[in-house]
């Protein structure tokens, strides 16, 4: 679903100003469970409350906005999903939320760790991961990202073009190491929530086709470099996935392609990795399975296939990312102006302008993600408004949540939380007009700890030698 129009974002949907999945609510003040970290509720004073810690007490301390991270609410996500598919990896996408205390967390947790660049793989060495417990992924990884990997010793390589094998291989040449690697396969799945199209996605730019035999080709080739071990295939079909229809396929494709290698080889390659992008909820509409649901469907799916290929089940890994720090981060935000526009028939809807926006969440602008909002402050008094909480950027589209029912006297002063902010809003953030990002906050038992501090204009302009 994409609210766009042609004329650009400023012409947005005017005629229907809320969306049918969203409903008034009885209670404006309730929190809907399924959106907020485990600590975070609302104290009898009326005020959202995240592990101990106030949002105002969070905002005194931390300034606003604030990106908040509830420390337990993430270990407990990080140990579901390990102790859900426990005899397979997990490994925890670093690009959806990294910081070196992140890092840290998750190697506590037993995970492994997904990088996708040197700076990522930098921010988990310097976090203490051990190096054979992450995987370096990237289309185009550079002479450096790769150097860093091999110097580092990294577990898993996962390859994505035959430039790149060309590379690696020169690489290891010239240092004398042995790249353990996997090959990107593109599946011609591609899953985003409840969909699933099994053809026709193969227009795009990671991993080798299966469909088209460069993935073979690319097993066979590197598993005949002196300078590479072969450990397996990976393939990622999408994001915001709530089923395991989309890996049903990808898992009876890469197996199949596995049963190829095989007969081509006479050789078992040892691993499959099935990727990431389990969902989570942004929205009451959103109703993701458990780990150990997905955990059982995978299980099951895998060992089936299997059967059918007469295939040993290899060792499976997957990559969670935002099903493991989404949910536990939430935005806090400061109300400066609130606004409302008549839409024209007896419609209007109430413009709520807060002090961030689409430099430090992005999502809703690039590809119209939902989220959620709450008064976070206090209780608010009067009815539910139907809102839009914008931020303060110089665009039109600086949406950061399109449709919600506030309190009626929400005002200047008031704050703002966003959850499930935790995925891909720090990771993504920008300086767009020049505005510092955001500080990341751990809250854990009514203790605050910073995980990273906030930019300060003298950050931006160190960057511009004419400052
Ligand atoms: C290869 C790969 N693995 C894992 C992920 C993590 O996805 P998510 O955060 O939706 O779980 C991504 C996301 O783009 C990805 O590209």
Known sequence: MTHMHVAGSIHADATSPAPLWLTRPDDVNALTEQLWSKNASRNAEGELEI???????????????????????????????????????????????????????????????????GGELAVALRGGVNPARIGLHGNNKSADELRAALHAGVGRIIVDSSNEITRL??????????????????????????????????????????????????????????????????????????????????????????????EATGVTLPELDLGGGFGISYIKEDTPATPAELADGLRSIVEHECRGFGLAVPRISIEPGRAI?????????????????????????????????????????????????????????????????????????DILVRDEFLPDDIGPGDLIAVPAAGAYSRSMASNYNHVPRPPVVAVSNGRLSTLLRRETLDDLLALDPGA
């Open 51 to 117: 592990a101990g810690r106030t949002a105002a007490s969070i905002v005194a301390e931390a300034g606003s906005p604030v990106y908040v991270i509830d420390e337990d609410d993430f270990r407990t996500r990080a140990r579901q999903w390990r102790d859900a598919f426990e005899g397979w990896d997990v490994y925890y996408a670093g690009k959806s939320f990294l910081c070196t205390t992140v890092a840290r967390w998750i190697a506590e947790e037993g995970l492994g760790l997904d990088v996708c660049t």
């Open 169 to 262: 291989e020169q690489l290891c040449a010239e240092s004398g190491t042995v790249a353990e690697v996997m090959i990107r396969v593109t599946t011609g799945v591609e899953a985003h929530t409840h969909e699933y199209i099994a053809t026709a996605h193969e227009d795009q730019k990671f991993g080798f086709s299966i469909n088209g035999g460069a993935a073979l080709v690319a097993m066979v080739r590197s598993h005949h470099s002196p300078h590479l071990v072969l450990k397996g295939i990976h393939s990622h079909i999408g994001s915001q996935i709530f089923d395991t229809n989309g890996f049903e396929v990808a898992a009876r494709r890469t197996l199949k392609l596995l049963a190829q290698f095989r």
């Open 325 to 397: 720090c989404g949910p536990s981060g939430t935005a806090i935000y400061t109300v400066g102006t609130v606004k409302t526009v008549e839409l024209g028939g007896g419609q209007s809807r109430r413009y709520v302008a807060v002090d961030g926006g689409m430099s430090d969440n992005i999502r809703p602008a690039l590809y119209a993600a939902e989220y959620s909002a709450a008064l976070a402050n206090r209780a608010g008094d009067g009815g539910p408004v139907l809102s839009r909480v914008v931020g303060k950027h110089c665009e039109g589209g």
